[in-house]
């Protein structure tokens, strides 16, 4: 397990699988390479072996079966280098510890590499849509015009919303971007658009929104419903308003699903869909390293138990 030491949903999963009996390594990254020792060979007879080793456990490479990769801190180095030394001392570690795990032959949920591509909307968009599932139209630009024309291409309004990660952090503050309905006024000054890359699509009416967690062949539907303006457009603008409700998959979403995370060569993904008052569903986009902790909380789906499953090999 390549986790944040702070990440209790990975706790959860840890415990599922200890109550199992497997034998369970966690590590976070942050501990290479002051508090974690790696010694790793390989040669023409063996594929990679050796030992990796934390103040609390030990680890011997060739018996590890599966490997669960979530969001680890990033390296810690030992302190007194200067920048330069830095950069090159995390480049080693990246390429020496990381080159070791994601060279390992075991069962990922899922590999790094692929969760790494999968983040890509643009990628996550045409391979939903070549998998079967319906998306939303969508612009990708840095060009006012392109909006306008895209504007005057849609019936109905457009939302915007950003193309990777809505975090990040100004002045020691944390800030996330929404998604936001666009007004005539806001088509009317398109000021910034040029500065960086938007995404922008048609709004979709929907009754609810979906949010769907995968864990290799199971899957885990969550209606998401909001009562507030702010939480219709964006859910996860308006938390308190939301309430959930376990529902079913149905079978040709399900079905494209299963396409859509073998062609991204994922074993987990949180997935969001917009339901539409008749019942159709529109994909929106794919999480890779979705949160899933609140949805089995609010909906008693056993996630933990899935990703579990998975680790261990488990078919449903």
Known sequence: MIAARDDWPTDRVVKTLQDR???????DAA????????????????PWHGGLSTSLRALDLADVSACYFRTPHPFRLAAGMSEPERRFAAAQARAGFGGILTALDCRWVSHPSAMSRAEYKPLQLATARECGLTIPPTLITNSPDAVRAFAGDTPGPLICKPVASPVFIEGDQLKTVYTRRLTEDDLA?????DTTAHLFQAWMDKAHEIRLTVAGER????????NTKAG???????????????????????????RLMQRLELRFAALDFIVSPSGDWTFLEANPCGQWDWIQHATGHP???????DLLGVTP
């Open 232 to 258: 219709h457009v964006d859910w996860r603008s308006d938390y308190k308003s939301l309430t959930y409700r376990a529902t079913e998959t149905p079978p040709a979403i399900a079905e494209a699903v299963q």
């Open 219 to 226: 899957l885990y539907a969550a209606e998401v419903h909001s």
């Open 21 to 27: 009996g497997a034998t369970v390594f966690r590590m």
């Open 31 to 46: 501990e290479f390479p002051q508090e974690a020792t790696l010694a790793a060979r390989i040669d023409d007879a063996h």
């Open 189 to 193: 000054d398109l000021t910034g658009i």
């Open 303 to 309: 996630i933990a138990e899935g990703i579990a499953d």
